[in-house]
């Protein structure tokens, strides 16, 4: 199959980019979105040219590294899934396919089509973890947890952090990233303990960053490779709202000696 | 105009008292709705008068009651507040949304989402140009602001709907208007209550239906007024 392909190429995050395209031939429909981008890539380089820069590595789906906005949509046409999961037998022979970087001011393009996320790492680094060792593998039922939490708190936590909600999201929100992360943390004993400051704490970090409101489109949902759901932004907007109202002040202990 | 409203958005942003988090102040933004929101229904009983056969009559008397009445009077001001912080809130909230992504996409998103979710702000400002049109037909022709059309008193609501809807142009603006309020009010009722926390696979298919249903329902009561006198009238 034959595809013209229209990429983002911007060689700094300083110079400016813009949309260039190439055509690539003979692609079975059978390889993965991936595999035909290096293929374009090999043949960059054998003419001499600068192969195109993406962001990739585990390659089956688990590591949140790939990104790509493709025809419109974070992660292309396909839903549940990440780009390098992706394969060409999802798109028409002859398709014009644009490729572009994930738009946020939080995500500075680094080149071509890599945006530098830390950002996300930097929310998690405000609060998004357990401050103390929590041991070893308990025995099972040690620590009560009930079903239901157990497996929302699972649904949550297959967040792999690629950012697509906020790619997404018509006002580049990072709420589905972090209400994902604080419903793992708070629905579990080992995390609980710290869910009211964690809350805060991480939201303030989103809010400094540039990240916009949530507007309630859900576009973050429909496009999340790993299908989180938003009652996890309503979870963290409950938490949020009564860590606000009526969370007790924190004992402000002296110094007595 | 623009130019100064832009400079007090501007200084409002800065203000350091007002820098909440995002989540609170969607969370009064919400609250400010659901107050207009349940204003609306009682809006609409009262609009809903002016279809009796009776010259205008009861809806006289519920005019003269809502405008006399000392707790609908403290109830006013309580809903003008409203109003401006659900409107300036939303225009704060808009912008800082837009600044959050400075560099757009080539391809406009084709991500399928809930029916225009993604226009509250432009459903929004038809609705604050209807309101500002309102406020001038009514509100400042009672205060004595705007002079009264010919051969009406300015206390005089029925005439003065009457001399309004006579004009097909202003009715079909006035339906245009509820047709939108009718999207927004879609769309933000079950937001409000996903942003308030309340969302619950048990209960938020129902807020969803009821909200629609309370949209539809605002939306063609509003419209009906103007329906009727164009064709009966």
């Not at chain 1, 991936?34 to 789906?61: K, S, T, W, Y």
């Not at chain 1, 018509?170 to 994902?180: E, G």
């Not at chain 2, 309101?131 to 509100?139: G, I, M, Q, V």
């Not at chain 2, 051969?151 to 006035?174: E, K, N, Q, R, V």
Request: charged share 15%.
């Amino acid at each position: 199959m034959n595809y013209t392909l229209k990429i983002w190429r911007q060689k700094s995050a300083k110079e400016r980019g813009e949309m260039v395209s190439y055509q690539v031939s003979g692609i079975s429909a059978e390889i993965s979105f991936f595999e035909m981008l290096d293929i374009l890539n090999q043949q960059l380089i054998a003419e001499g040219g600068d192969p195109v820069a993406f962001d990739h590595d585990c390659r089956e789906g688990i590591c949140g590294t790939c990104s790509l906005y493709i025809n419109g949509r974070p992660h292309g046409p396909v839903r549940g899934v990440t780009t390098c999961q992706l394969h060409m037998r999802s798109f028409s022979d002859g398709e014009v396919i644009h490729i572009e970087p994930w738009r946020s001011k939080a995500f500075p393009v680094v080149r071509d089509l890599v945006v530098d996320r830390s950002a996300l790492d930097l929310i998690i680094q405000a609060g998004g973890y357990v401050s103390v060792n929590s041991g070893g593998i308990p025995d099972a039922n040690t620590i009560p947890v009930p079903k239901h939490h157990a497996d929302t708190a699972f649904d949550a936590a297959a967040c792999i952090g690629c950012g697509a909600c906020v790619a997404a999201c018509p006002n580049a929100a990072a709420m589905l990233f972090v209400s994902a992360k604080v419903s793992h943390l708070s629905l579990l004993p080992q995390g609980k303990a710290e869910a009211v400051k964690r809350v805060q704490k991480m939201v303030a970090r989103m809010d400094e960053l540039g990240f916009g409101n949530c507007s309630n489109t859900y576009a973050c949902e429909v496009e999340c490779p790993k299908l989180i759901s938003v009652t996890n932004i309503a979870r963290m907007n409950r938490e949020f709202l009564s860590a606000k109202l009526f969370s007790e002040k924190e004992k402000i202990v002296r110094d007595s000696i | 105009m623009i130019l100064f409203f832009s400079i007090a958005l501007k200084t409002y942003c800065m203000n350091k008292l007002l820098q909440f988090s995002s989540i609170t102040g969607k969370v009064i933004m919400a609250l400010a709705g659901v107050f207009l929101v349940t204003f609306l229904g009682v809006h609409l009983g009262i609009n809903l008068l002016l279809l009796s056969d009776d010259g205008g009559r009861s809806f006289s008397v519920a005019a003269e009651f809502m405008s006399s009445n000392p707790l609908i009077r403290i109830f006013e001001i309580v809903l003008f507040a409203g109003f401006l912080v659900h409107i300036v809130l939303g225009l704060v909230v808009s912008r800082q949304n837009r600044a959050s992504r400075p560099v757009g996409y080539v391809v406009a998103n084709r991500t399928e989402t809930s029916f225009l979710s993604k226009y509250m702000l432009h459903s929004g400002i038809v609705v604050l140009i209807f309101l500002a049109l309102h406020f001038s037909d009514y509100y400042f022709v009672k205060i004595g602001l705007v002079a009264p059309p010919e051969g009406i008193g300015p206390h005089d609501f029925y005439a003065m709907t009457l001399h309004l809807f006579s004009s097909t142009w202003y009715a079909l603006f006035y339906m245009f208007c509820f047709v939108l309020l009718g999207i927004h009010l879609n769309h933000a009722i079950q937001s409000a209550f996903q942003t308030m926390g309340w969302n619950h696979t048990r209960y938020m298919g129902a807020v969803k239906v009821a909200g629609t249903i309370y949209s539809i329902a605002i939306s063609l009561g509003f419209m009906v007024i103007p329906l009727y006198f164009i064709l009966f009238r």
